[in-house]
């Protein structure tokens, strides 16, 4: 034998099955750890060689999965949000509203409106589950000082109304029941609506005037926001029966606000309360209702409608950037693949199997996509919390998406790696060599 070949021959007793050529690794055993830590480490080789390639994957994945949990976590937020607000104004999981004549959820009545009375006020709060009850009726007016004039809504409430609603006066008093027997015209404004009125200006001692009737400010409520839309701070407060008989010339109600005993469950409390209005108002089947109750949960429910829409509608958008993303990646690893076709050649002429090449390249795409995943996630999780401190919208990212996130850009980069792997594994290594 030639110098040559004795050399050849050496060179391959050397190296052998397992060992490295021209930066590729074959089967030393296909189960193994090293064999397997070999696979790996030249994943990591072939990535470092396509660094151009590999940037332009993760970045596709990145920005989907950025904008993905951007919108999960400011959707979550407000959310948290209305039921933080909610839960403020003592509307939590202990309480539900009556409102007047009965329909569709707060849209408008469908039945009579006159029918709720003080008598049915009296009623439910002898009830052993009832913490409190607070009728109350409201209309929107023009409230004007000076030049100021703002269409705002007015409530005609009694002083039980404040506590059970967990709302301080943060400047004068709230209405009393003296107020309340002598039919008085005093208001306590919203924190809003004071500052639309007057300013800088103390409000107390001024007149207002509601619907051509003039009222003195005797306080202001502290702040509490909004809840969707609508603002809690825009409102005039008087005393019921100032209401009644000065503004709206009325005797029904037109919501009553009831509070629970802690531990009663809501549901069970709302059946009987309703059941009660059934009987007083002489209601029997099939006729409908002429009232309505409305729970915290649908209160919810009805506020982050709109949202909960645009955000399926983003997240869809997210989503679909998310699968073109892995639409690029297919591409970008067929270039690096006809890039590199006579080194998957050379390995399978020295032995390697359609099954390694498949994994190599099978490995390669999940690996950048679960990277583009985690990081994705990680920017973010930090664009919602600066977003949020620039918003009265809190970012909260729901505990599925930490883990959805990763698994969903894993399974994109698994699927669209498959095509690119099989195209590598079913080259010809006699074809791709010559």
Not at 8 to 36: M, N, T, W, Y
Not at 39 to 50: L, P
Not at 151 to 164: D, S
Not at 394 to 418: E, M, N, Q, T
Request: charged fraction near 20%.
């Amino acid at each position: 034998m030639t110098g040559e070949g004795q050399g050849i021959e050496a060179k391959g007793r050397g190296q052998g099955v397992g060992e490295e050529v021209d930066g590729l690794s074959f089967l030393s055993h296909p189960l193994s750890f090293k064999g397997a830590s070999r696979r790996v480490s030249q994943v990591f080789k072939e990535m470092k060689a396509s660094l151009l390639g590999v940037f332009f994957m993760t970045l596709g994945v990145v920005i989907s999965v950025v904008a993905i949990t951007v919108i999960a976590s400011l959707g979550e937020g407000t959310r948290i949000k209305i039921t933080e607000i909610l839960r403020e104004v003592n509307f939590g999981s202990n309480a539900f509203l009556v409102f007047a004549g009965g329909g569709k959820f707060f849209g408008p009545a469908e039945t009579r409106k006159d029918t709720l009375t003080m008598g049915d006020v009296e009623a439910m709060a002898r009830f052993d589950f009832v913490h409190g009850v607070s009728p109350g009726q409201f209309a929107f007016f023009p409230v004007s000082y000076g030049g100021e004039v703002h269409r705002t809504r007015v409530n005609g409430v009694l002083p039980q109304w404040a506590p059970l609603a967990n709302w301080r006066v943060v400047e004068g008093r709230f209405i009393t029941w003296r107020d309340e027997r002598r039919r008085a015209k005093v208001a306590v404004l919203g924190w809003k609506t004071a500052r639309d009125l007057f300013g800088g200006e103390d409000p107390l001692g001024k007149f207002v005037k509601v619907s051509g009737v003039l009222f003195r400010v005797v306080g202001v409520l502290e702040r509490k926001g909004a809840v969707g839309r609508h603002q809690l701070d825009t409102r005039v407060v008087i005393p019921l029966s100032t209401c009644q008989r000065r503004i709206l010339n009325r005797d029904w109600l037109d919501v009553v606000k009831v509070v629970l005993v802690p531990g009663v469950d809501v549901h069970e409390a709302r059946a009987k309360v309703a059941e009660l209005l059934r009987k007083r108002h002489r209601i029997r089947p099939p006729h409908p209702d002429d009232f309505r109750i409305i729970t915290p949960e649908q209160i919810i429910a009805f506020l982050t409608k709109a949202s909960q829409t645009l955000t399926l509608m983003l997240l869809l958008i997210g989503a679909i950037a998310l699968v073109v993303s892995g639409i690029v990646i297919t591409n970008i690893m067929l270039a690096v693949i006809t890039e590199r076709q006579s080194i998957i050649g050379l390995r399978r002429a020295l032995g390697a199997t359609k099954g390694d090449i498949m994994f190599h390249y099978s490995f390669f795409s999940l690996l950048v996509s679960l990277v583009g995943g985690i990081l994705g996630l990680a920017m973010g999780l930090v664009l919602a919390s600066l977003i949020s401190r620039f918003s009265p919208i809190p970012a909260r990212a729901p505990w599925y998406l930490l883990v959805a996130a990763p698994l969903f850009a894993l399974f994109i980069g698994g699927i669209f790696g498959i095509h690119p792997a099989r195209r590598a594994a079913a080259l010809h290594p006699v074809e791709v060599l010559k």
